[in-house]
């Protein structure tokens, strides 16, 4: 039943897109039905799939993988008999391996959760070519399934390049005025990084099998992190995770990488924005997530820094970039830059509090974001303008939406009690503490929060209030739309606004099953590479090790202490109890004192 | 005295097939009544797959007059390179003939035929060629006929402009490539391939003694020859031209014909080195320079270009150089990852071949498209031309997506499975490669993989036009039946190819086995003469390796 489930997420709609587009031209009406259905019925196989995972974790411990499938896909080279059954000796080997574990789970859930509603809001929004249009969307999403489900590396990358495609047509057709352009530039940067991270995959596979002395080359995730990671060198996995860079970053995006996204997002249809934001901005985040810190540990922790600088960057440039617009649209584009930047800080923290704080800011990014964009783009089925000096004072004649509005918003730019707040707390907080980044890096990105309270509200207060200003001859109703939200449309807010609430009380319904697993596939491989060649201290020092105490070994110190006890700091309590993490915060600054002995340095002059 | 006959027939029914069936098309064409012409396609397509039937057969005999394997006399040598080349050209050749169906005149429909079945035939016998006159006569039965199909596919002036300039320029590569072949011949002493492979490959490491320099003079300038056929840098000048004067499914066939008769003679050359033992210095450079310049000059002429016929033509240019990264990686590439083995990114060679034959049907789909689409009357060519196709001619337009998807290699198109083992025997081959080699192999592969999203750019225009841009007039196609099956067979083989390559991956890796004992050989022959000029020379060629014929 698992297996069926977690295939049937890809599966499905793979054949509803064949399906629609084969509708004929009289049928037109029924593609939307179709897709509605084929989104909830992945939605229903996902909540399952999530409701097996503890079962599955205590039958098979933390590296379990629900739904687990693994065929051979493309195998050439010699077979041997061995028992009976042909094996490859040596060759080249594809294999169809999937599986979802705690990282991937809460994404599909998500996936799913959007896929339906993105459906829902395009069914007044979407005019034109219907069947091309759900049969893309479809495609699209079993790409995305594809792209969390995956547990070999190669497979992970077909499905990660695939996305492109779909993604490129809803933009270039159903977009905005300049679809085109932002469509073949969203297309252009991202297979321009993605090829370079193809480089690196076949690099990383390649070199596996040599130090494995086999014959087969091999892309399997578990495999390759588990091999390559014990004896590449450290340029090697410099280079390597330079390599997976360029694919996963320019996703992030990243500062400086990040200029497809506002135009891409700007352009798109309301459903592409959707998607864009919620997931396919996440497949670089998990790429790094899955991909770059399991295989490359060296690699990552030489850059860390740099990626956190970045990051910093990205958020404090991404708000202020906010603060100017006039787009509504462009506006949640920009903070979308701003947002990523606190995920990757949280992850490059590279402490169990930052990574989980970082999948949790996935979640809640998307679930905020993509909520944003569907008001916004309810407000411009309506208006037709997205310009913040035509419209204004929306909340006497839409309540119910101005409702949604805040809600969103607020969530966006963390009020305590609302799901936003609880993760961008929690990567500030780790990046404070980490050993790695520093108080500089959580300081400045800090200043992000308060730039995003800034721009939001200013950019709300001019939508919601004020006097009434509406553009001539709008609202525009012809669709059957009513003048404020109607039933469909906060039938499609609902869900969301549900989960900002849930998720904002009790977070740890998504990290609780994830913290074993981080600690398993991701912070282990931390600490295995660096306990041989440097100095290892015992867990029960002080935290906060003096500055010129080798600051290697404070490293390890924190991923002891942190992992030992990985639930007195989860982000839960953390929210809950802010005098607490006020005192948590206090000898980080003071420790903080000399940011520039990152562990990143010492490990490179350690190292024979 | 018994007259033996100099060749074994049963070793070359296929090629008589295709001759042949090629000479009865060119009677058929000058035949007074129409309806005898109008037959003309169907023989030239019975003897394809007749020839085609016979060439499986003989794949997959274990026994019987039919299974013939190593020297068979008068310099060809049926090795294992032999069953893939003819099944893969004549399974492309059937997808030509049905693209090339009515493109002609009817008065010279059967000379256009019959031209492109001695082609064909020519490709064929390149594969078995061990011998430098033959290799060469082989080349130039290769490509003379598509002098000739050139200016016989259009009525426009351009194509006449096209084949005589197509014709000055092979002529001269020709020359060049024979000149070559003379000095290697006056080095080896001998035209047999297998033979001379030791000497020159000695000869070639010491280039200061006049043999040496001489053999080096030989080599590059048949290289040179060669690289005319592949369309690679610095023998590209003559594609766009020649593209755009002849007619779309003729530009598909020079996108294969020629290039897999090249990257074969390529093969064999190239086998003459040290290159794939990974020693001759001089060798490596020589590739590796014309396969980065192939790329990046195609690449970037491709992206200026409007005419769809041009930028598919400077892009097999750049594709072109990505096969050259294949040959640089050879065919025992991966002895660092497998020590006793053979697998798909280790061997550079059958990577090769896979991509010929996958680009092969990928330019063809997409010039058999252009060639049905009609635009006012007149001929698909550019991006105008093709805007807004999805409304009026879905499938077409689908299919021409799908070749360009193919081309750019985004997963899982075919064309990712083949840049997939170009790059990835290259980054094996880097592992065992000497000091140095190494690192310029993985430099040259990141800066391929860079090259081809360079080719996105505008591989993604011509999507862009047919797929999303809106048209009040778009083009329409042409009612000929036989070409449309013909492209949407090719469109159906680059979905087999996308989800199930190993059809096509395995058959490659066993083609290859030849030149990896071959460079087996050369292997232990080097380590002969290293243990010390006394030693006796024992040169195991080819002909001693290969299985004789079963007796009879």
């Given at each position: 039943m698992d297996v069926f489930s977690l295939n049937v997420l890809v599966f499905l709609p793979l054949a509803a897109a064949v399906l629609i587009a084969l509708l004929p031209a009289s049928r037109e009406r029924l593609a939307a039905v179709v897709a509605l259905w084929v989104g909830l019925v992945t939605l229903a196989a996902a909540v399952y799939l999530w409701g097996r995972l503890p079962g599955t974790v205590e039958a098979e411990g933390a590296d379990a993988l629900v739904g687990r499938t693994d065929l051979s896909w493309i195998a050439v080279g010699e077979r041997v008999l061995v028992d009976g059954a042909a094996v490859l000796q040596h060759g080249f080997e594809l294999r169809y391996h999937v599986g979802l574990d705690a990282i991937s789970l809460p994404l599909v859930v998500l996936t799913a959760l959007l896929v339906p509603l993105s459906v829902l809001c395009s069914l007044t929004a979407i005019r034109t070519r219907v069947r091309e249009y759900y049969a893309w969307l479809m495609l699209l999403t079993a790409a995305m399934f594809g792209v969390f489900a995956a547990r070999d590396l190669l497979l992970f990358y077909i499905f990660f390049e695939f996305t492109l495609v779909p993604l490129y047509f809803l933009i270039g057709v159903w977009g905005g005025e300049q679809r085109r352009y932002a469509a073949s530039k969203f297309f252009i940067f991202t297979f321009v990084g993605s090829v370079v991270t193809f480089a690196g995959i076949l690099y990383l596979a390649i070199r596996a099998a040599q130090i494995a002395n086999s014959g087969v080359v091999s892309f399997d995730l578990v495999r390759l992190c588990t091999i390559a990671v014990s004896q590449l060198s450290l340029s090697e996995q410099s280079l390597l995770f330079f390599a997976l860079f360029c694919g996963f970053a320019i996703k992030v995006p990243l500062f400086p990488l990040h200029t497809w996204l506002p135009l891409a997002h700007t352009e798109a249809p309301t459903a592409g924005s959707v998607l864009l934001a919620g997931i396919l901005l996440k497949l670089g985040t998990y790429g790094f997530l899955r991909v770059a810190l399991p295989a490359v540990p060296l690699g990552a922790l030489e850059w860390a820094q740099v990626m956190a600088a970045l990051a910093v960057i990205g958020i404090i440039y991404g708000a202020l970039c906010c603060w100017v617009q006039s787009d509504v649209k462009k506006l949640v584009a920009y903070s979308s830059v701003s947002h990523l930047g606190f995920c990757m800080l949280g992850m490059f923290a590279l402490t169990p509090l930052g990574l989980s704080g970082s999948m949790l800011y996935m979640i809640n990014h998307g679930i905020s974001t993509g909520a944003l964009f569907l008001v916004v783009g309810m407000i411009y089925e309506r208006y037709h303008t997205r310009d913040l000096e035509q419209?204004?004072?929306?909340?006497?004649?839409?309540?119910?939406?101005?409702?949604?509005?805040?809600?969103?918003?607020?969530?966006?730019?963390?009020?305590?009690?609302?799901?936003?707040?609880?993760?961008?707390?929690?990567?500030?907080?780790?990046?404070?503490?980490?050993?790695?980044?520093?108080?500089?890096?959580?300081?400045?990105?800090?200043?992000?929060?308060?730039?995003?309270?800034?721009?939001?509200?200013?950019?709300?207060?001019?939508?919601?209030?004020?006097?009434?200003?509406?553009?001539?001859?709008?609202?525009?109703?012809?669709?059957?739309?009513?003048?404020?939200?109607?039933?469909?449309?906060?039938?499609?807010?609902?869900?969301?606004?549900?989960?900002?609430?849930?998720?904002?009380?009790?977070?740890?319904?998504?990290?609780?099953?994830?913290?074993?697993?981080?600690?398993?596939?991701?912070?282990?491989?931390?600490?295995?590479?660096?306990?041989?060649?440097?100095?290892?201290?015992?867990?029960?020092?002080?935290?906060?090790?003096?500055?010129?105490?080798?600051?290697?070994?404070?490293?390890?110190?924190?991923?002891?202490?942190?992992?030992?006890?990985?639930?007195?700091?989860t982000e839960a309590d953390a929210a809950r109890d802010d005098s607490e993490s006020q005192r948590r915060l206090l000898p980080a600054v003071a420790a903080g004192s000399n940011p520039d002995a990152g562990g990143g340095h010492a490990t490179r002059e350690e190292r024979p | 005295m018994t007259i033996t006959p100099p060749i074994s027939l049963a070793a070359v029914l296929p090629e008589l097939c295709v001759l042949l069936g090629g000479c009865a098309v060119l009677?058929?064409?000058?035949?007074?009544?129409?309806?005898?012409?109008?037959?003309?396609?169907?023989?030239?397509?019975?003897?394809?797959?007749?020839?085609?039937?016979?060439?499986?057969?003989?794949?997959?005999?274990?026994?019987?007059?039919?299974?013939?394997?190593?020297?068979?006399?008068?310099?060809?040598?049926?090795?294992?390179?032999?069953?893939?080349?003819?099944?893969?050209?004549?399974?492309?050749?059937?997808?030509?003939?049905?693209?090339?169906?009515?493109?002609?005149?009817?008065?010279?429909?059967?000379?256009?035929?019959?031209?492109?079945?001695?082609?064909?035939?020519?490709?064929?016998?390149?594969?078995?060629?061990?011998?430098?006159?033959?290799?060469?006569?082989?080349?130039?039965?290769?490509?003379?006929?598509?002098?000739?199909?050139?200016?016989l596919s259009r009525t426009h002036a351009r194509a006449l402009e096209a084949g005589t300039k197509y014709f000055y320029l092979g002529a001269l590569s020709a020359a060049v490539m024979g000149y070559g072949f003379s000095f290697l011949y006056g080095v080896a002493e001998t035209a047999s391939i297998s033979a001379a492979a030791p000497v020159l490959a000695e000869a070639l490491e010491d280039p200061a003694t006049l043999r040496g320099g001489l053999a080096v003079v030989g080599l590059v300038l048949a290289v040179g020859g060669v690289l005319f056929k592949l369309a690679a840098f610095p023998m590209h000048f003559y594609v766009a031209d020649v593209y755009q004067g002849a007619s779309s499914p003729v530009a598909g066939l020079l996108g294969f014909v020629p290039k897999l008769a090249g990257v074969l003679a390529l093969f064999k050359l190239l086998g003459l080195t040290y290159l794939w033992t990974g020693e001759s210095a001089a060798v490596f450079w020589l590739v590796w320079i014309v396969a980065l310049l192939s790329m990046t000059v195609g690449n970037v002429l491709a992206l200026r270009q409007t005419n769809i016929k041009r930028m598919l033509a400077y892009s097999g240019v750049a594709h072109a150089g990505?096969?050259?990264?294949?040959?640089?990686?050879?065919?025992?590439?991966?002895?660092?990852?497998?020590?006793?083995?053979?697998?798909?990114?280790?061997?550079?060679?059958?990577?090769?071949?896979?991509?010929?034959?996958?680009?092969?049907?990928?330019?063809?789909?997409?010039?058999?498209?252009?060639?049905?689409?009609?635009?006012?009357?007149?001929?698909?060519?550019?991006?105008?031309?093709?805007?807004?196709?999805?409304?009026?001619?879905?499938?077409?337009?689908?299919?021409?997506?799908?070749?360009?998807?193919?081309?750019?290699?985004?997963?899982?198109?075919?064309?990712?499975?083949?840049?997939?083992?170009?790059?990835?025997?290259?980054?094996?081959?880097?592992?065992?490669?000497?000091?140095?080699?190494?690192?310029?192999?993985?430099?040259?592969?990141?800066?391929?993989?860079?090259?081809?999203?360079?080719?996105?750019?505008?591989?993604?225009?011509?999507?862009?036009?047919?797929?999303v841009y809106e048209n009040d007039r778009p083009a329409a196609s042409t009612q000929r039946e036989a070409e449309h099956i013909g492209a949407l067979l090719s469109g159906f083989m680059i979905l087999i190819f996308a989800f199930y390559p190993n059809v096509l991956l395995s058959p490659s890796q066993v083609a290859t086995r030849e030149l990896r004992e071959a460079v087996q050989v050369s292997l232990e022959h080097r380590e002969q003469v290293r243990a010390g000029p006394e030693a006796p020379l024992h040169v195991e060629t080819r002909a001693d390796l290969a299985v004789s014929p079963p007796a009879r």
């Open positions: 419209i204004g004072g929306l909340a006497r004649t839409m309540p119910v939406m101005a409702f949604f509005l805040v809600l969103f918003t607020l969530s966006s730019i963390g009020l305590p009690g609302l799901n936003g707040f609880v993760s961008e707390f929690t990567t500030l907080l780790a990046a404070f503490h980490s050993t790695t980044l520093g108080p500089w890096y959580g300081g400045l990105g800090a200043a992000g929060i308060l730039l995003g309270a800034i721009y939001m509200l200013y950019a709300i207060g001019k939508v919601l209030f004020g006097p009434l200003k509406e553009p001539e001859h709008t609202p525009d109703l012809s669709q059957g739309l009513s003048r404020d939200l109607n039933t469909r449309e906060v039938l499609i807010l609902t869900p969301l606004a549900v989960l900002v609430v849930y998720l904002g009380i009790w977070p740890r319904a998504v990290t609780d099953p994830l913290d074993p697993v981080l600690q398993t596939q991701i912070l282990a491989r931390f600490e295995t590479q660096l306990r041989p060649d440097h100095t290892y201290v015992h867990a029960g020092q002080s935290m906060f090790g003096e500055p010129e105490h080798g600051s290697e070994s404070r490293a390890i110190v924190r991923h002891q202490s942190e992992c030992g006890a990985p639930h007195t700091t | 009677l058929m064409g000058q035949a007074g009544s129409a309806a005898v012409r109008r037959q003309s396609p169907w023989v030239a397509l019975l003897s394809l797959a007749a020839a085609l039937a016979v060439a499986m057969l003989s794949a997959n005999a274990s026994g019987g007059w039919l299974a013939v394997a190593g020297s068979v006399g008068s310099g060809l040598a049926i090795g294992s390179l032999v069953p893939f080349v003819r099944i893969s050209a004549l399974e492309l050749g059937i997808l030509l003939t049905l693209a090339n169906w009515s493109g002609s005149r009817d008065r010279e429909r059967g000379e256009f035929l019959s031209m492109m079945l001695f082609s064909l035939c020519g490709l064929l016998l390149v594969a078995a060629c061990d011998n430098l006159l033959l290799l060469f006569l082989a080349l130039e039965l290769v490509s003379i006929p598509t002098y000739v199909m050139v200016v990505y096969m050259l990264v294949g040959v640089l990686a050879g065919p025992d590439a991966g002895s660092g990852v497998h020590r006793d083995g053979i697998a798909f990114l280790g061997d550079g060679t059958a990577a090769v071949l896979y991509y010929v034959v996958v680009y092969g049907i990928a330019n063809l789909g997409a010039f058999a498209v252009l060639g049905l689409l009609r635009q006012r009357g007149a001929a698909c060519e550019t991006l105008r031309d093709v805007a807004g196709l999805m409304r009026r001619e879905p499938a077409l337009a689908l299919l021409l997506a799908l070749a360009m998807f193919t081309l750019m290699g985004l997963p899982p198109a075919p064309g990712f499975w083949g840049k997939l083992g170009l790059f990835g025997s290259a980054l094996a081959a880097a592992g065992d490669a000497p000091a140095g080699f190494g690192y310029w192999l993985v430099t040259l592969v990141v800066l391929a993989v860079l090259n081809s999203a360079l080719a996105a750019a505008y591989y993604l225009r011509v999507i862009a036009a047919v797929l």
